[in-house]
């Protein structure tokens, strides 16, 4: 089955030109054009896409929130953007307003197609040289946000670490909230990989 794309950015000739490139590669079929920002929530509406490429350089400095609309609404879609630098900061944002894939306008189409396949399948698709946890993130997890991470990385709910623990569900939920603010975790699941990734459970 074809990954489903919708390609946003503000000029006409380019989109075709990225439209006629993506469709012949195999496993994408890109559904629709949205060449401005107020375009692209319709769009996803009608193609129902399984991915957004979002062009930031070219949405007038509303691709981040057309992503975080998108994201919000939408929660079936991944969002990829295509940057003109993909700096450490750069990815933050695009994380934080819910981007899975990011890649930047000197990429060659290979990595473009691997990393919207990557959103795809929900798969966080960003080089990892341009991630940065905070480096003394182990020493500023306190015991009780690395006992909660460790039993949610083993996929225990709120209310099972809640009884492991001996905390009240609303403890776990503000310890979860702690440490996903200290390691920039998009969820709590997100935490617990993160902290996970870099032997701090």
């Known amino acids: 089955m074809s990954v489903r794309v919708v390609v946003a950015g503000d000029h006409q000739l380019v989109l075709e030109a990225f439209a006629e490139t993506l469709n012949r ?7 629709g054009l ?20 979002l062009s930031e350089s070219t949405m007038g400095g509303k691709a981040l929130k057309v992503a975080t609309e998108v994201r919000s609404l939408y929660q079936w879609c991944g969002v990829a953007i295509m940057v003109g630098a993909a700096t450490p900061s750069v990815v933050e944002r695009a994380m934080a307003a819910g981007a899975l894939g990011l890649v930047p306008k000197n990429a060659r189409i290979p990595q473009l197609i691997t990393t919207l396949m990557g959103v795809a399948g929900g798969c966080l698709t960003v080089d990892p040289a341009l991630m940065r946890p905070p480096a003394d993130a182990e020493a500023a997890l306190s015991v009780r946000e690395t006992d909660v991470l460790r039993l949610t990385a083993g996929g225990a709910t709120v209310r099972e670490i809640a009884g492991e623990l ?20 998009r969820n709590r699941f997100d935490a617990a990989r993160i902290a996970g990734e870099h032997g701090w459970l």
């Open 34 to 53: 949205a060449t401005a920002p107020e375009a692209v929530l319709p769009a996803v509406e009608r193609h129902r896409p399984t991915v957004l490429l």
């Open 25 to 31: 590669a195999s496993g994408l079929d890109v559904v």
């Open 166 to 185: 001996y905390l009240a569900t609303g403890t776990v939920r503000n310890v979860t909230s702690a440490a996903m603010k200290k390691l920039g975790g």
